[in-house]
């Protein structure tokens, strides 16, 4: 009788007893990357219905040939572009001039410039950036990565 009358008051005790409140399990590091300007680590991925991405983008680019490849592209809203190329350092700095169509992925977040094939032609479309992608349309990576964006200057 007297198990059972311990066994009752455990219990009793046990499940009378509120919960321990749940701790916020946000770790420290967690807290520091989410308040980090994110824009300063890579543009956010945006979709063509919640960014106004026409307009005219520049940039200048790593060359392993040249001192850098100034790039001008403008997006315009009937989904075509015109993009400028300059090779600096060259002898020959006369602009490469290209235009077309260009499409987006199902996503909405990654444009393709139609008729580009010596050269990257996708582009992670951000809030006033495009990130160029490379031939394989991998985003670049590493403390290089932000040399691949163009920003929006219009």
């Given at each position: 009788?007297?198990?059972?009358?311990?066994?009752?008051?455990?219990?009793?005790?046990?499940?009378?007893?509120?919960?321990?409140?749940?701790?916020?399990?946000?770790?420290?590091?967690?807290t520091i990357f989410n308040n980090l300007d994110s824009s300063r680590i890579a543009p956010k991925i945006t979709k063509k219905k919640s960014v106004?991405?026409?307009?005219?983008?520049?940039?200048?680019?790593?060359?392993?040939?040249?001192?850098?490849?100034?790039?001008?592209?403008?997006?315009?809203?009937?989904?075509?572009?015109?993009?400028?190329?300059?090779?600096?350092?060259?002898?020959?700095?006369?602009?490469?001039?290209?235009?077309?169509?260009?499409?987006?992925?199902?996503?909405?977040?990654?444009?393709?410039?139609?008729?580009?094939?010596?050269?990257?032609?996708?582009?992670?479309?951000?809030?006033?950036?495009?990130?160029?992608?490379?031939?394989?349309?991998?985003?670049?990576?590493?403390?290089?990565?932000?040399?691949?964006?163009?920003?929006?200057?219009?």
């Amino acid at each position: 009788m007297k198990n059972h009358l311990s066994l009752f008051l455990l219990f009793a005790f046990i499940t009378g007893c509120d919960p321990k409140p749940k701790e916020d399990t946000t770790s420290m590091v967690d807290t520091i990357f989410n308040n980090l300007d994110s824009s300063r680590i890579a543009p956010k991925i945006t979709k063509k219905k919640s960014v106004d991405y026409q307009g005219t983008y520049k940039g200048t680019l790593p060359c392993a040939g040249c001192s850098g490849i100034k790039l001008e592209i403008d997006l315009k809203p009937d989904s075509t572009y015109r993009m400028m190329t300059i090779y600096l350092g060259k002898d020959d700095e006369k602009p490469i001039t290209k235009q077309g169509s260009f499409s987006w992925n199902k996503a909405d977040s990654l444009i393709t410039l139609n008729g580009v094939t010596d050269q990257p032609n996708k582009y992670l479309v951000g809030n006033n950036t495009i990130s160029q992608l490379d031939m394989d349309g991998t985003k670049v990576l590493g403390p290089s990565a932000r040399r691949y964006i163009l920003r929006k200057t219009e």
